[in-house]
Each structure stands twice: as structure tokens, then as C-alpha cells.
């Protein structure tokens, strides 16, 4: 599905529901977003005209391969998986993203179909912005563009730290390292440690760390019996660190 007139309808036909545009809790979530990061109330206030908020359930496709829709997302609550389609038709996962976090950015620049794909793990409320609106917001206020300059060179560290792990870690080091990431940016603090909520498959994990479904769960029981995960129900749970 591709084009603004088919987003609109998988919208209706997922019964999405949107908050009015005078919703006072716009603000809030707003000014949880790294995007207004050490803006004012007032600033943020000043720019909610822009922003719609809208709730997406577990498995909504936010957007597919070759959309051309301009739509920029925050999210306020929830999880957006963001996967890539290899030539032979896999679905890798390349990041998943939590509150405070923005996906979508690239049609702030360029008018290409998408290249990605964008689907809900966790029922989320997300903001939704046209891309030439916040274009024009980031051309008018220098410290939102930097707060977006600061997203994006974040995610090119998390590239290169995937890619040295891909090189030199074992797959159940990759494994962990993702957990403890997904722990810090998604996690609940339990006792004796972080719980991870997301309800990953193994084929999920196996795109994010480089490896095989099956090779996942081999190493993932490794991890548990080591105890350097545990389980909680359906949820993972990361040990806090011991000190050195």
C-alpha cells in the first residue's frame, strides 16, 4: 500500500482514533520527545498546532516499502519495529523504537518512496507531523534542528556498535548487548534488574543480532541457564551489573 489516499484508508479501516487537536495531554507527550528536548512549555505549546496524536494497535503498519506519504512520526507510548526487505524477500529488523523517539525523518529531506518498513510491536500513541510543516518548524528554530541532527548521529553510533558487534561478538554476546540496550531506552526496573516488555519472536532477535532463528534459541536458553537473562512470564529480564 502506498500514497497518502491509502494510508488514510488503512487508518479507517484499522479504526484508528485520534485525540482532538486542543487535547491538553498533546503537550505532555510532546515534551517528552527527544525532538524538544530542553525546549520550553511554551515553545512546545506554541508549535502542537503541527502535531496530530493518533493510537496505533499491536501489528498496524505505520507505513510500507515504497510509501510516498510525508509523514514524520514521535512516539509517545509503545514500540515501532523498523525493518528493511533483503533482495530475497526477508524482513529484517533494523531498530526498534520507544517513547521519545522519532522515525520517519528521512521525508524531511527527501521525497523518495520509503525504503523501510514501519510496523507497531506494542500498541502505541504516536504523534504524526507533515514533513513540510516540521521542515519548516527545524527552519525556524536552530535548537530543534540540532535535537534532530542529535537523533540521527546517535543512530549511526548504534550502526557502527551493531556492526563491530556482527564482527567480533559471539551470538550470545549480541544477544545481551541487545537485551541491555532495549533494557536502558525500554525497560522497567524490577527488582535485581531491568524488565524488557517487548514481545520479540526469536526470528525478531535473530535479524537484530545477525543470526539464525534457531541459533537464537540455542543461545538464548545459554544465557538464561547462565543467568545472565531471566525469565518473567513472556518478559526478559537484564541483571543489573555487578561492580567491578
Known amino acids: 500500500m502506498s500514497g497518502l489516499g491509502s494510508a ?3 487508518f ?3 479504526r484508528v482514533e485520534r485525540t482532538q487537536d486542543d487535547d491538553p495531554n498533546k503537550v505532555w507527550y510532546l515534551r517528552q520527545n527527544r525532538l524538544f528536548a530542553e525546549a520550553t512549555d511554551a515553545e512546545v505549546s506554541g508549535n502542537q498546532g503541527i502535531f496530530t496524536m493518533c493510537e496505533m494497535p499491536r501489528g498496524t503498519r505505520v507505513f510500507d516499502l515504497g510509501d510516498t506519504t510525508r509523514v514524520v512520526y514521535l512516539v509517545k507510548r509503545g514500540a515501532v519495529r523498523i525493518a528493511r526487505e533483503t533482495p530475497d524477500g526477508k524482513d529484517v529488523t533494523v531498530a526498534l523504537l520507544g517513547a521519545g523517539d522519532l522515525f520517519g525523518e528521512e521525508t524531511l529531506f527527501d521525497g523518495a518512496p520509503r525504503t523501510t518498513v514501519a510496523v507497531v510491536v506494542e500498541d502505541a500513541l504516536l504523534c504524526t507531523a507533515r514533513a513540510e510543516d516540521l521542515f519548516a518548524l527545524l527552519s525556524r528554530d536552530p535548537a530543534l534542528a540540532l535535537n534532530v541532527a542529535k537523533l540521527l548521529s546517535g543512530r549511526l553510533d548504534d550502526a557502527r ?3 563491530e558487534d556482527l564482527a567480533y561478538a559471539r551470538v550470545g554476546d549480541r544477544i545481551e548487548h541487545l537485551y541491555r540496550k532495549l533494557a536502558n531506552e525500554h ?3 524490577v527488582e535485581g534488574g531491568t524488565r524488557v516488555d517487548l514481545r520479540l519472536t526469536h ?3 535473530a535479524s537484530l543480532v545477525g543470526s539464525t532463528r534457531e541459533t ?4 538464548l536458553a545459554k544465557l538464561v541457564e547462565a543467568q545472565r537473562l531471566r525469565h518473567d512470564g513472556r518478559s526478559i529480564v537484564v541483571p543489573n551489573e555487578k561492580p567491578a
Open 161 to 163: 556498535a551493531a556492526m
Open 216 to 219: 537464537v534459541s540455542v543461545e
Open 12 to 14: 479507517a479501516a484499522m
Open 187 to 189: 525497560g522497567i526496573a
Open 8 to 10: 488514510i484508508e488503512q
Open 203 to 205: 526470528a525478531d532477535i
